[in-house]
């Protein structure tokens, strides 16, 4: 008790005496100080968990790394505690700090979040190597310790990607049967391997071309109860999408209004492609000005008719 005591207390010395400095700085470049030394107390070490998948996490927190029980001298308490995760295999990757409970659990969300903004939304087990500080506290005031360092794995939840996708709109009605004919084009691949679907529609002449995305839950939802929230749209809001430009996608519930995509009538299109990638949940639009249909004529028609050429 006495030897971690000491520990304890050389370093919030150190502490308190860094922090202070009659040297003379001008207010313009103030005294700033780096991070105090961290501390290690014996028997106080974090250690690794086994592979999380959060699909499977019922609840909002999770341990992402366990701890031994360690003694703190009298009036001594545990503060607060993190752990610096700085994934693997990124080129030039920095440690992100992710505030955990002192016994290592850290928040779904924040875990989510965090994978999804370096390796994006696929469901693939992604490792860190993490680094637990936490801290020790007395009459107001804290050492660092070091509890050492784990690896994290983490597979996120993955976002529900649907087998088939349709334009609603555009220059069909507005009604889920409509929508069934102008189906995109995805490859034979599994939609978590290949997430990106394609289409072409012809855009209205002279006039805005209005349209949404749906699935078939969606248009099951529009023709049985006239539900509209899971329509996918722009997430910047109704007819306020970019053209040529990856932008992202969200549902109207979200949104809060229709949310639905335009193509103004000043774009000049004849033909409208559209590309989502239901990983990163963007989409692309695309005018384009010229046919969808190129013609062959030659020879085989002794150069009488032609032939419609799609690509």
Partial sequence: MKKLSLYISIALAGLFMGSCSEDFKDWADPQTNPQEDAITIPGYQASAVSALDLAKVAEDSVNVYTISSATLPEGFELGNSRIELTPEGVENATATEVKTSNDGKATKADLQALIESVYGKAPVARTFDGHVYTTAVKDGQAALIDAGTVKVTATPVAPNISQNYYIIGG?????????????????????????????????????????????????????????????????KGNGNNALNETEQLDTRAKVGNDASFKVPASAGAKYIKVEINMLDYTYKITPLSFDEYFYEIGGDSNWKSTNALYG
């Fill in 171 to 235: 220059t069909l009605d507005w009604k889920a049967d409509a929508a069934k004919t102008q189906k995109f084009n995805h490859s034979d691949i599994n939609v978590y391997d290949d997430p990106v679907f394609t289409i072409t529609i012809p855009a209205k002449e002279g006039e805005d071309t209005w349209f949404g995305i749906v699935d078939d839950a969606a248009c099951e939802a529009i023709a049985a109860n006239n539900d509209w929230s899971s329509v996918l749209g722009t997430a």
